[in-house]
């Protein structure tokens, strides 16, 4: 599947539970970023704020398994069904959606 990345070479990846469909994360992909991703069958993003690739929980332990991956009409972003193996926010948080404004 071509995505269509935008001018920094990047498309939004939604990531939620497989089980639950809770919204787990929001995170961004490049191209080697989404093909290790269908490669690997974990998570792998781009960091805007470090600039580089990341495996989601490389160092944490905290991996999620990609169940499906979907892509928009728009072919600028990705939804992630995984089965977390533990928490998706850096905090340790369950999902990095937990503070409720409204």
């Known amino acids: 599947?071509?995505?269509?990345?935008?001018?920094?070479?990047l498309v939004t990846a939604v990531v939620t539970d497989s089980r639950t469909a809770e919204l787990l994360m929001v995170?961004?992909?490049n191209a080697e970023a989404y093909a290790k991703t269908l490669e690997t069958r974990e998570t792998h993003f781009?960091?805007?704020?470090?600039?580089?690739?990341w495996h989601k929980g490389a160092t944490s332990g905290n991996t999620m398994k990609v169940v499906e991956v979907?892509?928009?009409c728009d072919?600028?972003?990705v939804w992630l069904k995984v089965e977390p193996a533990g928490p998706a926010c850096h905090t340790g948080?369950?999902?990095c959606f937990f503070t409720q404004v409204g």
């Open 1 to 9: 599947m071509d995505l269509k990345f935008d001018e920094k070479g």
């Open 27 to 29: 995170a961004h992909m």
């Open 46 to 53: 781009w960091s805007r704020s470090r600039q580089e690739l």
């Open 70 to 72: 979907h892509v928009d």
């Open 75 to 77: 072919k600028d972003a």
């Open 93 to 95: 948080a369950r999902t």
